[in-house]
């Protein structure tokens, strides 16, 4: 069976999208889901978290962690999902 | 590879149904509610006896591990009463500084303790006053998670862990800080500071490690006998390393979580932590084992005996580990540390765009550098005393992905589960969520293709770590908190040194191992072989009063028991995704 391997990344660059744009997929995404930013302040240093910081910080971890996963090629018949790999591995080893 | 066997299958099969047949619960309206939705049944503790032990000549009963006080009440030679007031009167004179604890039980505790002084049955652990993580359900006992969701929630019945150390007989002192849902160093809901390390009291730049920092201050100070904490990614070894403790992070489902507030499903892990290795497995023999209330828990290798693993061992008249032992050393654990530039960097301010992006850039300070130079001398010197005591110590390489499948970007594939389980309270008030709130967000915008990518490539990371690794070797050198995390491996933490330049006054040093899966007791056996030649583990730190001159910073000196107070700095957002779980 093939062995899984890290793939060079195809099609567009997260990196190169806008801010306008990740903008747009968070606050769908959100509100796909009923999760309101607009209770947050809109830019305050003193709050525990404001709109900017958030939206920030959404916009960071989507220009590094999908992409990086996706890059991350593997067999479709290589290994299931495992959640508890640990476990699997002791329910196979007794 | 052999097939699960019938008997293990229907076991999980019947735990499964039988959580599927509870009423349907979502964490969104237990604060609302005190009712226990979910039955406590458990499999009943197992029963064990813990070893008579050399009573030290202690000044304070509250100075002695869980095993040399459990020695003393065996013998009559110290009451329950005595030893529950001994570390409230450590509560009430130092936890205005510590600010370990966010709830005391000081009259249920003693009454505890005069029931275990007139009892004639008694079991291991009668008489020991221990702290709990404020995510363990606590039967009639607040239990908040240092978090504005559950302000005011109290359950009515106790988590498994916690019900297992109660019925051998431990006595609960108290709820401990933490970071809030078990993310950061111990903060209040909005990020002030709390807790400090009991080795640094009045320095705020001194972490005590977290998450369950309070936990491991409680200990450190002497004002509980042990504790509990959870771990997603490294909130049972930071703060045991950080305080000169040892903790033992288990395999999944060797600890059920069953009563627990989830952090995350696959992830979390409750264990110990201890002043030793013998405590350590004295915790662990009352805490592990199968639950019926959590399928995880169920058709794993039996619990080995871990008060066996601990037991001393001579060879040629010389301590010594039990069995022969393969220990791996992987790449950079003996690496000097690069040396800060001669010029200092300026002051970053940090960037908003830069929150959540990626590790943070390493510290260059001088402070930084003296202290990974302690560290690297001092794994040296840990090296060469488990080879005395007959280890076999074996370069390894990485395993296959390992830069990969241990990366930040891999470890965020853990954020959807915290976002599902606090859905519902995302979509009532993300204001509720304080200084945390980045990762919840974050985790609602990886699709199920993602997280579906990275529970496979899981699987991966273990079968590359078995392979490459643990064929090779027993037992493995740890240097990041986390990838061992991501697999479900145990981990132990103990003292291996300490240094004094870095901060004014002496901090301890921490090494980490783990281990194949359900293999606990090969790192107590570690653990305690080398507590036998060393005594970094005995060695206490000292009173706030005696450390005032050491990293004084001005505010908030002093303070009752049960005052949680800021401490003047508070995590922002950058802290939160840099140093959270």
Redesign the interface.
């Known amino acids: 069976m093939p062995e899984p391997h890290a793939a060079s990344s195809g099609g567009a660059q997260a990196v190169d999208l806008t801010d306008e744009e990740l903008d747009a997929y968070i606050s769908t995404r959100l509100t796909l889901l009923g999760v309101d930013l607009t209770v947050l302040p809109e830019d305050e240093e003193d709050a525990p978290a404001d709109q900017r910081r958030i939206m920030a910080s959404a916009r960071r971890f989507l220009r590094s962690t999908p992409a990086a996963i996706a890059d991350y090629a593997l067999d479709p018949l290589g290994p299931p999902p495992t959640i508890y790999p640990a476990e699997v591995h002791a329910w196979n080893h007794e | 590879?052999?097939?699960?066997?019938r008997r293990?299958f229907l076991e999980r099969m019947t735990a499964l149904s039988a959580t599927a047949a509870m009423a349907p619960q979502t964490l969104a309206n237990l604060p609302s509610r005190s009712g226990s939705r979910v039955g406590a049944r458990r499999t009943a503790l197992r029963p064990f006896s813990l070893p008579d032990v050399h009573i030290p000549q202690a000044a304070d009963p509250a100075d002695l591990t869980v095993v040399e006080a459990a020695t003393a009440l065996r013998r009559g030679e110290l009451s329950a009463v005595e030893l529950v007031e001994a570390c409230l009167e450590r509560i009430e004179r130092w936890d205005g500084q510590y600010q370990a604890f966010n709830l005391v039980r000081e009259e249920a505790a003693l009454e505890h303790a005069r029931a275990a002084d007139a009892s004639s049955s008694r079991g291991p652990l009668a008489g020991i006053p221990l702290a709990i993580k404020d995510n363990y359900f606590t039967a009639g006992v607040p239990t908040t998670a240092n978090s504005f969701i559950f302000e005011g929630f109290t359950p009515d019945f106790d988590a498994t862990a916690w019900a297992r150390l109660r019925d051998a007989g431990a006595i609960l002192l108290g709820k401990t800080q933490m970071g809030p849902l078990a993310t950061t160093a111990a903060t209040t809901?909005?990020?002030e500071r709390t807790t400090v390390n009991a080795w640094a009291p009045h320095s705020d730049d001194v972490s005590p490690g977290g998450s369950s920092s309070g936990s491991a201050t409680a200990v450190a100070s002497r004002m509980a006998a042990s504790s509990t904490g959870t771990q997603t990614g490294g909130s049972i070894t930071n703060p045991s390393n950080a305080q000169g403790l040892t903790g033992i992070k288990p395999?999944?489902?060797r600890v059920s979580l069953h009563g627990i507030l989830p952090l995350t499903?696959?992830r979390d892990h409750p264990g110990p932590l201890a002043r030793d290795a013998v405590d350590a497995a004295a915790m662990l023999t009352a805490m592990a084992g199968p639950d019926p209330a959590d399928p995880?828990s169920l058709?794993?290798?039996a619990v080995p005996d871990y008060l066996a693993a601990v037991r001393p061992v001579d060879r040629a008249g010389a301590p010594a580990l039990r069995r022969p032992l393969r220990l791996g050393v992987l790449p950079g654990f003996l690496d000097d540390p690069e040396p800060p530039p001669e010029t200092p960097p300026e002051d970053e301010t940090p960037d908003?765009?830069?929150?959540?992006?990626?590790l943070p850039p390493p510290d260059r300070s001088q402070t930084r550098y003296r202290r990974d130079l302690a560290t690297v001398r001092a794994r040296r010197v840990l090296l060469r005393t488990l080879e005395e005591l007959g280890a076999d110590v074996i370069e390894v390489e990485f395993p296959a992905?390992w830069s990969?499948?241990t990366?930040?970007?891999?470890n965020?594939?853990r954020l959807p589960e915290r976002s599902e389980i606090f859905?519902e309270h995302?979509?009532d008030?993300?204001?509720k969520?304080?200084?945390s709130?980045?990762p919840w967000?974050?985790g609602?915008?990886?699709?199920g293709?993602?997280y579906?990518?990275?529970?496979?490539?899981?699987?991966?990371?273990?079968?590359s770590i078995?392979e490459d690794v643990f064929s090779r070797v027993d037992v493995v050198t740890q240097t990041a908190p986390f990838p061992f995390d991501m697999?479900?491996?145990p981990l132990v933490a103990f003292p291996i040194g300490f240094e004094a330049e870095s901060a004014g006054s002496p901090l301890p040093i921490g090494g980490t191992f783990g281990a194949e899966?359900?293999a606990e007791d090969r790192l107590l056996e570690l653990a305690a072989a080398y507590q036998r030649v060393t005594d970094w583990h005995r060695r206490q730190p000292a009173d706030p009063d005696a450390l005032r001159d050491v990293g004084e910073t001005g505010d908030n000196r002093s303070g009752s028991r049960g005052d949680v107070r800021s401490r003047g700095r508070r995590l922002d957002?950058f802290d939160v995704?840099e140093q959270g779980q």
Do not use: C, H, K
Request: a positive charge; glycine letters at 10%; aromatic letters at 6%.
């Open positions: 590879m052999g097939e699960v066997n293990q809901p909005t990020g395999t999944m489902g499903y696959t995880r058709g794993l290798p908003a765009d830069r929150v959540g992006s990626a992905d990969t499948l990366s930040f970007n891999f965020n594939v859905l995302l979509r008030d993300v204001r969520f304080g200084v709130l980045s967000i974050n609602l915008l990886l699709s293709a993602e579906v990518r990275g529970q496979r490539a899981r699987l991966i990371l273990l079968r078995l697999v479900g491996l899966p359900y957002l995704m």
